[in-house]
């Protein structure tokens, strides 16, 4: 079959399918592109040839940004559980470096996107071309090669004939659970235009098996045999119970041991909330009953979880001078976190083989009780954080009542995507999550920008779900261009914007750690050469209406109740905008429960920071290496 290089590349990922549990998905199932030189006569004209809506048919998403190209596509693939994925195409040049910062954080977060920078002529026929990186020391060295440290596997397709071994050593690494991230096959230009006759067995049907590995039998024996063994045991769910879809698993464990449940960022929703053993987030923006949990346990069963410094509140939050931990994780790399017995196998396999490994066992009745009653007393925190008094009504909210208002209108059909500033620590905090997938927060990388492409990403993997993008002011300022997608393709995401004039999170922590808020306001300057001027007039609202959302403007916390409702039920992108309530801007109550560990100047002149040394060093010094 004489095909080009990119039109061999387009048939060949239209038929690419993941199964898992008897389930098949189409593993590429869309491609987004911004052309330019480096691949518009290439991947551009493949996509315009396989055009239509037939099986082998590549449906194609026009994007604004490189960047948030690749946050739609995450977004899109966590929806689908990591089984279906989307392509992302570029041209050279600075397109092609747009993809680093998405590639990040799809491979920081273990999600699968394909990336397909467009590349410098192969064959050089002029050097430099418009747009090349000349460096003297190597010839062969392109921009492209900036995503290698971020990519689980990069190639660069060369020879057309190069490209059989290439593509399907891409799908490979899309596809293992454990080796998944951002793929990159960088594209010469001239490469993907030239002909090559390739073997009709290239274009077969492919299935892609994802594995469910059980533990091994040692290790399952010697994980019963310390859980039996301790006193006060804990288990930590992490992102990697739900990308195994391993929910029901978790519930059956935990009813039938007894053992409470933390969640990280990434597995908030793991067991939905209400769950007598869901205790809340861990770490250090979680909840006082989880965090006290962690404290004294004297066994940890860290399950699909990395164990970020978020989580362990940078090693100071296990203080049981006994404590053991046990690494329930698909990959090894992570089950032998903080010195642990690995169990090294597939979530859903790992615990249901423990539940049966632990028979008999369940946890002491006043552990139980105990326990119990310290989340509902967390709960009555909660709700007193959400409260709305009468004289709020007409206020503007607090950034934490905004969260209470939206909690009382969701259901377990509403999913919330968020990633950066102070919204996270609150929502880890105080979210009630209904369903398993409502709670979508990336907290790998914690990348701004990233709510609004990955909310569009949410929406084609979850059609007709409300999906809520929240955002603060610095956030929607990072990148709101992928509006312009949404409406073109009428995709109505909801829009909540949060206004708190500037880097409010960052305001917060700059004030803990001696940098007294410097530089993190949207304000003009004062006379003595400082950000803390009038606020900027900037009308984001306004923005985001010239990019063609519907907008709703919310002053008051009544006004804003109204306008929550107005959005979930609208069919095309709203926005919802209100500026929180100052001073109350960043992380109402209740505060951080455990410690984060962010260096402070070890000398300094000013008295802030003098301070926030002291503080630093009286928490340092409960840090530890877990051996």
Known sequence: MRLTVAQALI????????????????????????????NVAGIGQALLETGGTGPDAMPFLQGRNEQAMVHAAVGYARQSGRLSAHAVTTSIGPGATNLVTGAALATINRIPVLLLPGDTFATRPADPVLQ?????HAGDLSVNDALRPVSRHFDRV????????????????????VQTGAVTLALPQDVQAE??????????????????????????AAAAEAVRGSARPLLIAGGGIRHSRAEAALAAFAEATGIPVAVTQAGKGALPHGHPAEVGGIGHTGTATADALAREADLVLAAGTRLSDFTTASSTLFQDPAVRFIGLNLDPYDAHKLAARPLVCDAREGLDALREALTGYRAEPAYETAYQEEGRRWEERVDRAYAVSAADEELPPTQVQVLGLLDALADG???????????PGDLHKLWRARSSDQYHVEYGYSCMGYEIPAAIGVALGAPGRPVWALVGDGTYLMNPTE????????????????DNHGYASIGGLSGAVGGEGFATGYRFRAPDGSYTGDPLPVDLAANAASLGMAVIRARTTRDLR?????????????CVY??????????????????????VAETATRKAAAEARDEYDRQAAQRRRHL
Request: proline share 10%.
């Open 11 to 38: 048939r060949f990922l239209a038929r690419q399918y993941t199964e898992r549990d008897g389930h098949r998905h189409r593993l590429i199932a869309a491609t987004w592109g911004i052309f330019g030189h480096g």
């Open 195 to 220: 002909a090559y006759d390739w073997p009709a067995e290239f274009f077969a049907e492919r299935v892609w098996g994802v594995r469910r590995p059980r533990p091994d039998r040692a290790e399952l």
């Open 483 to 498: 509006i312009v997608t949404a409406v073109q393709e009428n995709i109505p995401v909801r829009l909540l914007i949060l």
């Open 562 to 574: 109204e306008a929550l409702a107005e959005a979930r039920s609208a069919t095309r992108p709203t």
């Open 578 to 599: 209100v500026q929180t309530r100052t001073p109350d801007t960043v992380s109402g109550p209740p505060p951080a429960q455990a410690w984060w560990d962010v260096p």
């Open 132 to 136: 090349q990186l000349e460096t003297p």
């Open 158 to 177: 060369t020879r057309p004939e190069a490209l059989i071994p290439a593509a399907l050593q891409a799908m490979r690494v899309l596809t293992d659970p």
């Open 413 to 423: 059909t509403d999913i919330l995507v968020n990633a950066a500033g102070s919204l």
